[in-house]
């Protein structure tokens, strides 16, 4: 059964920095690349960052680009996102996607609020 489990939401400071991770099983990670999407209240869910399973290579959301970085531990079936200079705007649900099967995680609070 595949299967991504997202952690490390919770409440920060406007500025300050947080480190998703998901935890990934059911399928044969390293073939595979990940993504991280979001959803603020009332809005749509957007797409957020990307690695790939050949190269590492990343791709981000203008939104994000500078402050937030997705790695990935094939090892360990990991994919993280390192948010750095959060700003209000970018409270959100976030989820880690594995798009060539549809396949989401149930998703982590990240609140960002003085």
């Known amino acids: 059964q595949v299967q991504l489990v997202e952690s490390g939401g919770g409440l920060v400071q406007p500025g300050g920095s947080l480190r998703l991770s998901c935890a990934a099983s059911?399928?044969?990670?390293?073939?595979?690349?990940m993504a991280w999407y979001r959803q603020a209240p009332g809005k749509e869910r957007e797409y957020v960052a990307a690695?790939?399973?050949?190269?590492?290579?990343?791709n981000y959301a203008n939104s994000v680009k500078g402050r937030f970085i997705i790695t990935r531990d094939n090892a360990k079936m990991t994919v993280h996102l390192q948010m750095n200079s959060l700003k209000p705007e970018d409270t959100a649900v976030y989820y880690c996607?594995?798009?060539?099967?549809?396949?989401w995680g149930q998703g982590t609070q990240v609140t960002v609020s003085s």
């Open positions: 059911g399928f044969t990670f390293s073939m595979y690349t």
């Open positions: 690695i790939s399973n050949t190269d590492d290579r990343t």
């Open positions: 996607h594995l798009p060539t099967r549809g396949i």
